[in-house]
Structures are given as C-alpha cells and as structure tokens.
C-alpha cells in the first residue's frame, strides 16, 4: 500500500518467535493488535499463527501477521525496503539468515550505534545496506571507522533545533562523506520529538513548507512519513522540472558515450571526476580506472585539456593533485592539465568544472567517471550549465563494472545532486555562501 501511495522505500518492523520465525511487528503493540499483552517473542509460531490482528474498533480483522519470508518474496525486484528493529536479533542469526532470502540489494538495515551492533554487521558476511540512528558526531565517527560496513546513509536524531543532528555543517558534512541524510517526520507519541518538531502533523494541518519543505531545504534527502501520498505529491509538484529532467537522465543515449575516435564533434576537454584517496594518499583502485580511461582519451585527442576534479576529503592531499602526479608520471604533458583542488563531492566537482571551461572558453566536455556515477555526473553538469547559462556539450565515458547493489541506490544520490545542482535548495545556496 505504502508503494501505491508514491513511496520510494517501504518499512518493516521485525520480531521473532520463540521458534525463531521472524514476522512483521512491533514489539509493544501486542495489546492494541491481538488484545493481548504478551510480548511477541514470548510466543511459539504456533500461538501467532492461530491470532488474528484487530482492527481501530477493537474487532477482529481477518487478518494474521506475514512472516518476513513470505514477504521478501513477495518484493518486487523494483522496490527497496527499509528493515527496522531488526538489531536485537542480530548477533543470532538474523543477518545470515537475510542474506540467504537473496534480496539485499533492496534492503536497507538501520540500527542505533552500539559496538555489538557494529561488530556483527562487521562480521556479516553480506554487506547490507546500511544506516546507523545517530545524535552525535561521536556515534558517526565510530561508524564511518569501520570500513567492513557498507554505510550508505544516516538517520539523524534531533530533540531541538539546537542539537548535532540539526546542525546545517552536519548536513553538509554527511554529504562530503558521500552518504544521504534521513530524517523521520513521524510522530510516535507528542512526548518525543525525532527531529526538532519538524513532523507530519505540522505538515498536515499548516503546510508542507513548513514541515517537509524545511527538511528538503535543509539537505535532508529522504524522509520517512506516516503520510507518503501527500509527501509524494508535494515533492512532486515541488520538483516538477527537475522530475522532468531526471525522467530524461534514463533515457537510452541521453549523454553520448564517447568511445575515443576523433571526428568532427570531439571533445575539447576531458573532466575526470575524483574519489577519495586511501589514507596514505595513495590512489585507489576504482580511481586508477578512472585515470586510465582518461589517459587512453587524451593519446586520442592530443588537442584536448584535462581537466581533473578533487579536494582534500578525509586526508591531507587533494585528489586532483594526485590524479595529476599520476598522469605526469605517465608521459601527459604538464600543460595539458587544468586543475579544481577544491571539490568535496559531485555538485561540486561539476561546479568547479564547469568554472574551468567557462574561463577557457571551451563548451565540449567528456566526463570521466565510474560507470556508476557517470549519470550523476553529467546530469549535474547540465544543470549546472543551464543554471549559469552557459551551454555544454556533454559524452560521457566509463570505467570499471557496474555494481547491482550501489546501483540500486544510486537513484538517491541522483536525486540530490540534480536538486543542488539546478539551484533548488536553501541548503545548497548556503553551503555556497559559506564556502
């Protein structure tokens, strides 16, 4: 249902049996569902399976609780899903027996920051999804530690608009780290504000403004609502050009992918966007591709200009130094290369790129990324180019395998930048104005 009304990511909560069968529930709400107030783990597969659920009246419904594997089976190939209360069943079996269920590429596992926690996601031997439940930097940065998850996102928690997780240099500083930032506008009991008032029934009974357009232009990039169809509708008609263009993004040959072969329409620039180094500042595999594919493009075009996009992210050199030390060293001339050392991310690898040609008067671009990350890319870079008035001509060229898993989540990523890019958000007009 919550599909039917234009949500993007569905969510479950899980507990088990005594027979450790897992089914859709929330502890806690044994007596408002089944009348009971037996704890939920407390019963055998047996005792679940002969209860009916109740409905607002207090009657009974007709209807059982579904087990989570009758459910993932059910998922369609095209939907995501985020599994919530799960963690207490992590460190027995729960996480090997997901991954067995053969759907983690659409599954987004969240818990609070908790060392026994981390450890057994550490261990998993499928890297889910992931988003920690953090209010502080302290319970980030014990995430972001541990290179044996696959972090992808983070929910914040803020009682006051004073709190760590409110802060626009949070915000921004998640998003340096390639992660999007979930906030949950639901209201669970008046008592517990999740994000410093910002919820559903303000969006509902002032305007969606003043509810979910303040996270929006906060940065937050999804929110979770007990009301998707009227969140749907005001996002869409709120980026209904963008939604426009980002239709066109999946268009078959919507960026041209330039293959090296000279001719009449051949790129005058080369822009390889950056990754972040080891922390050695070496370069990392995935960014070598990268340099690669530009480097075989310039033997191609001698007449061409590299452009190489990269700040200091997470170490003390800056990426498009390092990409250039490489390309020098072999045999790519000096001059050839034109340098942006200040972008931390893609909106900004676009801006700075787009900067550079713009001062050397040049309006045909191949852009040079994993095959990945190339529709962010360039999608970001038109925008851009149409929000500064200055026209680009843009191809595209790939490097390394696509990644079903990173893939799925892409769409998100996407999404953001084309909104900063295209000059949507408050949030990016201040990261502007600070930086």
């Not at 993932?72 to 090997?96: A, C, Q, T």
Request: proline content about 3%; some cysteine; aromatic content about 10%.
């Amino acid at each position: 249902m919550a599909y039917r009304m234009g949500a993007d990511i569905g969510e479950i909560d899980i507990c088990r049996t005594m027979d450790g069968d897992y089914y859709l529930f929330h502890d806690g709400a044994e007596e408002k569902l089944f009348g009971v107030s037996v704890n939920f783990n407390e019963w055998t597969t047996d005792e679940v399976e002969e209860r009916q659920l109740r409905n607002t009246l207090n009657g009974l419904s007709g209807k059982k609780t579904e087990r989570l594997e009758s459910f993932l089976h059910w998922l369609p190939e095209d939907k995501l899903l985020n599994i919530d209360r799960s963690w207490f069943y992590w460190e027995s079996g729960f996480l090997d027996y997901l991954g067995k269920l053969g759907k983690s590429d659409q599954l987004l596992l969240k818990s609070p920051v908790r060392t026994e926690l981390l450890d057994a996601m550490e261990r998993s031997a499928v890297k889910f999804p992931y988003m920690p439940i953090v209010s502080t930097q302290e319970e980030l940065d014990q995430v972001l530690e541990r290179a044996g998850i696959h972090t992808i996102g983070v929910e914040l928690i803020a009682a006051e608009d004073s709190d760590w997780g409110w802060r626009r240099e949070t915000i921004d500083s998640i998003h340096m780290a390639g992660l999007f930032c979930f906030a949950n506008s639901e209201i669970l009991h008046a008592q517990r504000k999740l994000y410093a008032g910002i919820d559903d029934d303000k969006a509902l009974f002032q305007s969606y403004e003043s509810s979910w357009g303040v996270l929006l232009d906060r940065g937050i990039d999804i929110i979770q609502t007990d009301w998707p169809m009227f969140l749907a509708e005001y996002r869409d008609e709120r980026y209904a050009p963008l939604h426009k263009m980002i239709s066109k993004a999946w268009e078959p040959d919507r960026w041209p992918e330039f293959r090296g072969e000279s001719g009449e329409w051949s790129p005058e620039s080369i822009a390889i966007y950056g990754l972040q180094l080891d922390p050695d500042g070496s370069l990392p595999e995935k960014l070598i591709e990268r340099l690669e594919v530009g480097r075989a493009l310039a033997e191609t075009l001698p007449e061409s200009v590299l452009i190489l996009s990269g700040g200091k992210v997470g170490t003390d050199w800056t990426e498009s130094g390092k990409m250039r030390e490489w390309l020098i060293s072999r045999g790519v001339r000096q001059d050839r290369i034109l340098e942006d050392p200040n972008a931390r991310d893609t909106v900004e690898n676009n801006e700075g790129i787009l900067n550079i040609l713009r001062e050397q008067g040049l309006h045909r671009v191949c852009c040079v990324s994993g095959v990945d990350h190339l529709t962010r890319c360039a999608l970001g870079l038109e925008l851009a180019s149409q929000r500064e008035n200055y026209p680009v001509e843009i191809s595209i060229s790939g490097s390394g395998q696509s990644d079903p898993q990173a893939k799925s989540y892409e769409q998100f990523f996407i999404l953001r930048t084309a909104i900063r890019s295209a000059g949507l958000s408050d949030w990016w007009e201040w990261a502007c104005r600070e930086r």
